[in-house]
């Protein structure tokens, strides 16, 4: 199996980690022997065989792992900060401050600050019990509803100003 070698990026170096590929590959940690990471692929050393994953569905598979994950968390509402929520995971009952703002579901877990210091964006398992909880199905859902709504609001501030000026005229 040919796969081309390059010198790993950070993003590299957190994305495709032994521990992510096991949860991908319902594999124990301890099967994975060696990680290549190529330019559209990555190649998986078992003790047996190697398995060859393409990037993009690996990416696709790790959101759906996350989004898996999330279903043992509970949520509920910060009790002093607004927009912000308290998502506990429900096995070993470690909790986490999940903030909203309109572009961004910020996390205080260290998965979320890994994504975060990566691409300036992420969604952890937290911050998916937190869309779900509130009805969106993914990050993208979530920052595009926020976008709509934000410009009804501005139209709505615009024809309420219309109507004042009208009405002093
Ligand atoms: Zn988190």
């Not at 081309?4 to 170096?13: G, I, S, Y």
């Not at 690996?58 to 009790?79: G, L, N, W």
Request: positive net charge; charged residues 25%; glycine residues 4%.
């Amino acid at each position: 199996m040919q796969i081309h070698r390059r010198k790993q990026t950070a993003a590299d170096k957190m994305l495709y980690t032994k521990k992510a590929v096991a949860k991908v590959l319902n594999l124990a940690y301890n099967q994975i022997e060696f990680i290549y990471v190529g330019e559209e692929s990555i190649l998986v050393g078992l003790y047996n065989n190697s398995i060859k994953l393409d990037k993009q569905s690996f990416r696709e598979e790790f959101v759906k792992v996350r989004k898996i994950r999330s279903q043992t968390i509970a949520v509920r509402p910060h009790p002093n900060e607004l927009n912000a929520f308290v998502a506990e995971n429900q096995i070993n009952h470690h909790s986490h401050t999940v903030q909203l703002t309109d572009r961004h579901v910020f996390c205080d877990c260290e998965d979320y600050q890994k994504q975060y210091d990566n691409w300036q964006q992420g969604c952890c398992k937290h911050g998916y019990a937190v869309l779900n909880h509130l009805g969106y199905s993914s990050l993208q859902e979530y920052i595009h509803r926020e976008k709509e709504t934000r410009a009804k609001h501005l139209r709505l501030v615009k024809s309420s100003v219309g109507i004042r000026i009208a009405n002093r005229a």
